[in-house]
């Protein structure tokens, strides 16, 4: 806790896909891809890494004309790269700034992000790939990138910084602890209590079954011979009458 910060200093992919950079498992494919990739950055690229930015979700209709009439406001720019398709030549959609000045580009890092450009939101931040170290890109399955709730989120960016650890030693002890077994076994004892009297409840039932049925035939057998003297009396009455 001490040496956290919700930005990370140092890129780990298992940190990486943790929501607050305490992970010990990877929990996809993603992330396992990421830890076995050995990535060297590409020696091609030239320039400040410390005096460029990264640019993302641009509109793939946004050209570098465009982008040099919108960041050129924060100062002067020394060259902009627009990643493009090395087949189809089309945008890939983020870019890299260089600026000639620290000061244009910590002014562009703080105002420029979340700026709409042909109707596109984008996302403004400093360049990781020569300045983090064990940096990995997205391709790799590393980055800060990701949509998915589910899987393949990464944390400790600036768009999706860490959240702080929460610290639930006490919780923990206080619900596993000798309170709680006290409530557990009260709780158990209270069932098998109710079991009991259920039980006790059936068995009177079953005995009192068989003194109701007895009684129910008894009433039976005094209507049936109600019945029959009363059909005697009638039959005797009608012999008078005659």
Do not use: C
């Not at 002014?107 to 939101?121: F, M, P, S």
């Not at 000798?178 to 079953?206: A, L």
């Amino acid at each position: 806790m001490a040496d956290w910060a919700p930005i990370a200093k140092e890129y780990d992919p298992l940190k990486a896909g943790s929501i607050d950079g305490t992970d010990e498992e990877p929990h996809d494919r993603a992330i396992w891809r990421a830890m076995l990739a050995r990535y060297v950055p590409n020696k091609g690229v030239t320039g400040d890494p410390h005096l460029t930015l990264f640019v993302a979700r641009l509109n793939l209709q946004t050209t570098e004309e465009k982008l040099k009439e919108v960041f050129s406001r924060y100062g002067d720019i020394r060259k902009i790269r627009l990643v493009r398709d090395l087949v189809t030549g089309f945008s890939k959609g983020y870019a890299f700034i260089e600026y000639k000045e620290e000061r244009a580009l910590l002014k562009a890092h703080r105002d420029a992000n979340r700026l709409v450009i042909d109707q596109y939101e984008i996302f403004v931040d400093f360049e990781l790939e020569r300045t983090l170290k064990g940096w990995i890109p997205r391709r790799l399955g590393g980055g800060f990138g990701g949509k998915k709730e589910s899987g393949q989120l990464r944390f400790g960016g600036r768009d999706r910084p860490f959240r702080k650890p929460i610290n639930l030693p006490n919780m923990k002890n206080d619900f596993y602890g000798e309170g709680s077994s006290e409530k557990r076994n009260w709780s158990r004892e209270g069932t098998r209590d109710w079991r009991t009297r259920d039980r006790d409840h059936e068995r009177s039932r079953d005995k009192r079954w068989p003194e109701r049925e007895r009684s129910w035939a008894w009433g039976d057998s005094e209507r049936e011979r109600d019945s029959k003297e009363e059909r005697s009396r009638g039959r005797e009455r009608k012999d008078r009458d005659r």
